[in-house]
């Protein structure tokens, strides 16, 4: 099976083909395609703008999609950024600095032990013909109070993973794509569709 990926992320491509090529599938990001829709994420949950994104880029390409949207959710905060992680702060936060920075700014009277977030994905497989795989992953994590850690993006610096000892900036990649939210999102969606491989092999 083909699939086209609602995004230009070669990270995220990266992540699903290995793991959906082992399935017999084939992902392709939609620039392959020469299709360039910017889907309008009104959803108020993860699962709502995974939707939205697969099914924009579906109704362009009438060819199986997938999508992923994830987030921060920090639990002092009642859940924020959530679906807004990319854009929280609003227009006077231009960059992932700028975000991280706010949020710090938010959570400035926070105390130790009440820091606790999590890394959210969810995943969404839409093919023309009706069939609709949603699978969700999760990493637990704390809000430092000060950013460490060089690699990753965007609340990465700030993200304490204490089964790892460090933040998600602090570990390479490789260990990050194994552990990460989307990295469980993924295992989820993959055992779905090998039980229904399974299911249509009897």
Known sequence: M???????????????????????????????????????????TFEENSYIKAKTLMDCCHLPTIADDSGLMVDALGGEPGVYSARYGGAACKSDRDRLEY?????????????TAKFVSVI??????????????E??????????GENGFGYD????VPQEDCTFAQLPAERKNR????????????????????????
């Open 2 to 44: 083909r699939i086209v990926l609602a995004s230009n992320n070669a990270h995220k491509l990266e992540e699903l083909r290995a793991i959906l090529t082992t399935l017999g599938m084939e992902v392709v990001a939609q620039k392959e395609l020469g299709i360039s829709v910017e889907p309008e994420e009104s959803g108020t």
């Open 103 to 115: 949020l710090l700014a938010q959570m400035q009277n926070v105390p130790d032990g009440k820091r």
């Open 124 to 137: 969404t497989l839409l093919t023309p013909d009706g069939k609709r795989v949603v699978a969700r992953g």
């Open 139 to 148: 990493c637990p994590g704390e809000i430092l109070r000060a950013p460490a």
């Open 157 to 160: 610096p700030v993200f304490y």
């Open 179 to 202: 552990i990460s939210h989307r990295a469980r999102a993924l295992e989820a969606f993959a055992e779905q569709i090998r039980r229904e491989q399974d299911y249509a092999d009897k």
